[in-house]
């Protein structure tokens, strides 16, 4: 049986780093993509197949995609969607491009990508593509508007294309985490700081309450928070189980959040997500 491949895009750090290394480790062909050519030397130094892919660069997808095709013999077992990143602040506070680079990451890239690999896919006759979403696609928090915007689109998005694929044996699976352990508070600090200027706000006093103490001070892990090797052991289903669940959780959080948000009135679920 030869050995299965699989495309992982943001693997710097956190889920899609932990996730190359397992996967690797367990013998899967992995290549582990990133946007920035130092993390891809350093991955590449740790014994990773790795190559630069900026999910919003069409020139840097097909390079990339092109290179591993050239690799495989022409086949990809696997896609994991990964590659995303924060915009903290208020709704009001978010100026409309923040809003396009974010949606440009998290989901226009992501597209483009799926719509580059499907082919390939469909060409030999199987495939699995798997998109990390978050408790964050089907509830909502304080100050994380851009991002709660992008995975809930991200949620529509991949139901609908896994009923469509439906006919295909390609198959779709969602993967929604809670917290987990990863860089995305500390990688989201340029994006705020570039785009909101929450000292003019409104709100500057809840900014200087809440959320600055959030980006900028080290308090420790969040509750209920799990390494990123929960996720990684979810992809293992995901990839290897003959049908598997079209969508998984991670975290406690995950799956109460998904049960509640069910049987709650809005009101009630508002109000407990406001008491945290």
């Known amino acids: 049986m030869s050995q299965r491949s699989v495309l992982i895009t943001g693997c710097s750090s956190g889920i899609g780093y932990d996730a190359a290394h397992s996967l690797f480790k367990a013998g899967w062909r992995v290549f582990a993509t990133c946007r920035k050519a130092e993390d891809v030397d350093r991955l590449t130094n740790e014994g990773l197949e790795a190559l630069q892919l900026n999910v919003t660069d069409e020139t840097s997808m097909d390079s990339a995609l092109s290179e591993i095709l050239s690799r ?3 086949s990809l077992d696997a896609l994991i969607n990964n590659a995303a990143y924060a915009t903290p602040g208020a ?19 992501l597209h483009a990508l799926t719509r580059k690999v499907i082919p390939v896919m469909r060409k030999q006759g199987y495939g699995r593509i798997v998109n990390i979403g978050s408790v964050l696609g089907y509830v909502v928090f304080k100050w994380r508007a851009a991002y709660v915007a ?8 991949t139901d609908t294309l896994r ?13 929604n985490p809670g917290p987990i352990t990863s860089r995305i ?13 929450w000292s003019a706000s409104p709100r500057a006093e809840q900014y200087r309450k809440s959320l ?3 980006l900028y001070e080290d308090r420790g892990p969040d509750r209920y928070q799990l390494p990123a090797s929960a996720v990684t052991k979810k992809l293992f289903v995901a990839l290897d189980a003959k049908n598997p669940a079209p969508k998984m959780y991670v975290t406690t959080p995950a799956y109460t959040m998904n049960i509640l948000r069910r049987v709650l009135p809005t009101r009630a679920l508002d109000w407990l997500i406001q008491k945290g």
């Open 163 to 175: 009923l469509e694929m439906k006919d295909t044996p390609i198959k779709i699976i969602l993967i």
């Open 91 to 109: 709704a009001e506070d978010i100026p409309t491009e923040a809003l396009r680079e974010i949606f440009e990451t998290n989901l226009f890239g």
């Open 150 to 157: 992008t995975k809930y689109a991200l949620e529509g998005y």
């Open 72 to 74: 495989t013999g022409g």
């Open 185 to 197: 508070r500390q990688n989201s600090v340029p994006h705020f700081e570039k785009h909101i200027n």
């Open 212 to 214: 600055l103490k959030r």
